[in-house]
Nanobody, 115 residues
Framework: QVQLVESGGGLVQPGGSLRLSCAAS????????VAWFRQAPGKERELVAN???????NYADSVKGRCTISRDNAQNTVYLQMNSLKPEDTAVYYC?????????WGQGTQVSVSS
């Protein structure tokens, strides 16, 4: 059974930065695609960024140029570096690792952007 533990969320002022981390246990991490999603109050969960096993990335238009997804297969960890944060980035952020047969989600970490 894979467990995902997210960290790095918090309260930050507009224009600030945060780096989210998601550590996976119990898996061959390199065999999975990885992704970050977010869900704001009253809204549906949406994709923020993903990275396949080869390292190809994809970003939501709303975060392009401000966010970077990365992975460290040796540490079984996926990261989301977020810069120039805006109030509309406020949400619970979830990491996900997946392949054709399995799909795992973290418990979420709150990111709040406010002055």
């Amino acid at each position: 059974q894979v467990q995902l533990v997210e960290s790095g969320g918090g309260l930050v002022q507009p224009g600030g930065s945060l780096r989210l981390s998601c550590a996976a246990s119990g898996s061959i991490f390199s065999s999975y695609g990885v992704a970050w999603f977010r869900q704001a109050p009253g809204k549906e969960r949406e994709l923020v960024a993903n990275m396949d096993r080869a390292g190809s990335t994809n970003y939501a238009d709303s975060v392009k140029g401000r966010c970077t997804i990365s992975r460290d297969n040796a540490q079984n960890t996926v990261y989301l570096q977020m810069n120039s944060l805006k109030p509309e980035d406020t949400a619970v952020y979830y990491c996900r690792i997946f392949n054709l047969f399995k799909d795992y989600w973290g418990q979420g970490t709150q990111v709040s952007v406010s002055s």
